[in-house]
Every structure is written in structure tokens, then in C-alpha cells.
Nanobody, 122 residues
Framework: QVQLAESGGGLVQVGGSLTLSCVAS????????NGWYRQRPGEARELVAV???????NYADSVKDRFTITRDNNKNTWYLQMRNLQPDDTAVYYC????????????????WGQGTQVTVSS
């Protein structure tokens, strides 16, 4: 069973910064992608940032130039550095991993973190 543990959420003022961390544990052969999503109250979960296995990244338009996703492969950990936070960034942030359990297999699986609250106050 793969588990993701997030940390780093909290309360920050407008213009402030936070860094979220997500560490994966369990039976993982390789990651296909590592990402961050967020969900505001009453809204659907949305993609914030994702990094593919080869290092390519994709960001939501609303966070480009403010958020950066990075990954430490040796630690099975990825991060979301958030700068110039705005009230609209207030949400529960979830990390996601798409992975393979065994090498040289096509099957991929998804795992989700439990979510961490980010609140930006004005």
C-alpha cells in the first residue's frame, strides 16, 4: 500500500510564501508523475502543478510564475513552493502520485495525500 504524507500548510498573509512537502512510502517501482491539486469549498478539485517522470512540468495558469514544483527522487519527496500567495489560493492542497508497482509493467496507480489546508488572509 502506497501512502503519501503532506506537510507545510498553514496560515499566511497576502504576499507571503509557503512550501508544501509530500513524501511517498510503500511499494513503488517508479513514478510516472507527481503533482499537486487543490480544492476550494464547494468547488471541484483542480490541478495546480505536475511534474512528469522526465522532469517536465505543467502549471495552472493562475499559479504560473508564483508556484514551483520540485522533486527529490532520492527521498521520494516532492515540493510545492508557493510565493506571492493571494486569498484565491486558499484551499485544501492534495499531493498526488501516479506510479508503477513493478518495473517493466504498464499498469499505473494513483495515490493521494490526506490534504493540507492553506489559508491566505488579507
Amino acid at each position: 500500500q502506497v501512502q503519501l504524507a503532506e506537510s507545510g500548510g498553514g496560515l499566511v498573509q497576502v504576499g507571503g510564501s509557503l512550501t508544501l512537502s509530500c513524501v511517498a512510502s510503500g511499494s513503488i517501482s517508479s513514478f510516472t508523475a507527481n503533482g499537486w491539486y487543490r480544492q476550494r469549498p464547494g468547488e471541484a478539485r483542480e490541478l495546480v502543478a505536475v511534474m512528469a517522470s522526465g522532469g517536465g512540468t505543467n502549471y495552472a495558469d493562475s499559479v504560473k510564475d508564483r508556484f514551483t514544483i520540485t522533486r527529490d527522487n532520492n527521498k521520494n519527496t516532492w515540493y510545492l513552493q508557493m510565493r506571492n500567495l493571494q486569498p484565491d489560493d486558499t484551499a485544501v492542497y492534495y499531493c498526488n502520485a501516479r506510479y508503477r508497482k513493478r518495473a517493466f509493467t504498464a499498469s499505473q496507480y494513483d495515490a493521494w495525500g490526506q490534504g493540507t489546508q492553506v489559508t491566505v488572509s488579507s
